[in-house]
C-alpha cells in the first residue's frame, strides 16, 4: 500500500510540474488544485510510514 502511495505522489508531483511548465504560474488554478491534491496524498503517505512504523515498534516489543 505504502509504495502505491509513493508512486502516486511522484506521478502527480510530475504532473503538476508539467502544469507549472505550461502555464508558468504556481498560481493557475489547475496548478493550484494539482498541489493540493498532491497535499493530500502527500499527508496519506505519512500517515500510512507512521502507522506502519508504528505496528512494526509495538510487534517488536511485545517478542
Avoid: C, P, W, Y
Wanted: proline share 0%; aromatic share 2%.
Amino acid at each position: 500500500m505504502e509504495n502505491q502511495l509513493l508512486e502516486r505522489v511522484e506521478k502527480l508531483r510530475g504532473i503538476m510540474v508539467d502544469a507549472v511548465l505550461n502555464r508558468q504560474t504556481f498560481q493557475h488554478r489547475e496548478v493550484l488544485h494539482l498541489s493540493q491534491m498532491l497535499d493530500t496524498l502527500i499527508v496519506q503517505a505519512q500517515t500510512e510510514q507512521h502507522r506502519t512504523r508504528v505496528l512494526t515498534r509495538a510487534s517488536t516489543e511485545e517478542e
